[in-house]
């Protein structure tokens, strides 16, 4: 499978569950819909395609070269219902507005305190309005003895954000999340992200992405990631082996602020 195939998959199995969990949460067209953490962008552009010409969807970011790839994404699709601003949970500009919805995707993981995160953005959030995440969580990551290579791989990453100070099981936390901060949770799900042969992985693009926060935070060396082969032998191990890997487990919540 070329390069471009692959991330074809790849993407598809990552936005399927974000498109199914915003639908089913009841995301609707003509929502004002606010993104937390929009980093470049694609769970805002995502949003954007479901409100509608008559909906909008504000995302914000602290990075700001994340935010100029999603403003370029969305004038390459020519997406002119989602802005982006540069702010933080808890700084957000005093004009932005109420919503009818809070959504966010893989950036409570990254909050000394998700309680408070959530809670800080609840004064944003219309009466009855919904608040939807999804976060992953490395309780899917275990022992693969056909695959030691994905499975060291898998590790490699999850260390890497734990030692950072990431919650790596922000995922089963959620329910918790969202009952301490006073919201009515309508649904809890989750689900395995399975890779095999035929679906590939991207394990050695992950590992590309963070291989300087990987090697700077002692989690592994240059040479023991050896990343100028790391795809080839990823590819040659899933082929051989003939066998599932859990590649992740995602959790989705949504629910509700009452009056």
Known sequence: ????????????????????????????????????????????LLAAEIVGADG???????????????????????????????????????????????IG????????DATHSVKSLLPYLKTNGLVVFQ????????????????TQAQAWIWDTVAKEGGNVHIGSNLYCVFKQAGLTIAQVRAEAVLQTPETGSDLAWVVKMMLPRIIQSGTA??????????EERLNSERQNADAVFVRDMTFGIWGTMQA
Do not use: W
């Not at 990552?14 to 694609?42: H, N, P, Q, W």
């Not at 002119?80 to 601003?85: E, H, L, Q, S």
């Not at 976060?135 to 994905?150: Q, W």
């Open 135 to 150: 976060e992953s969580d490395s309780m899917g990551s275990f022992k693969n003895m056909d695959l030691p290579l994905h």
């Open 221 to 230: 060396t240059q040479k023991e990631i050896d990343i100028d082969l790391l």
């Open 1 to 44: 499978m070329n390069a471009k195939g692959l991330k074809a998959i790849m993407i598809n199995q990552r936005e399927d569950f974000t498109y199914r969990l915003l639908m089913d949460a009841g995301i609707k067209k003509g929502f004002r819909i606010l993104d937390v953490g929009c980093g470049s962008g694609d769970v805002t």
């Open 56 to 102: 909008e969807v504000i995302g914000f970011d602290t990075n700001e070269a994340a935010l100029d790839i999603a403003r370029n994404a969305a004038a390459e699709r020519r997406i002119i219902n989602a802005k982006f601003v540069k702010a933080e949970i808890g700084g957000l500009p005093q004009d932005i507005g109420r919503f009818d919805a809070i």
């Open 105 to 112: 995707r893989r950036v409570l993981m990254y909050q000394p």
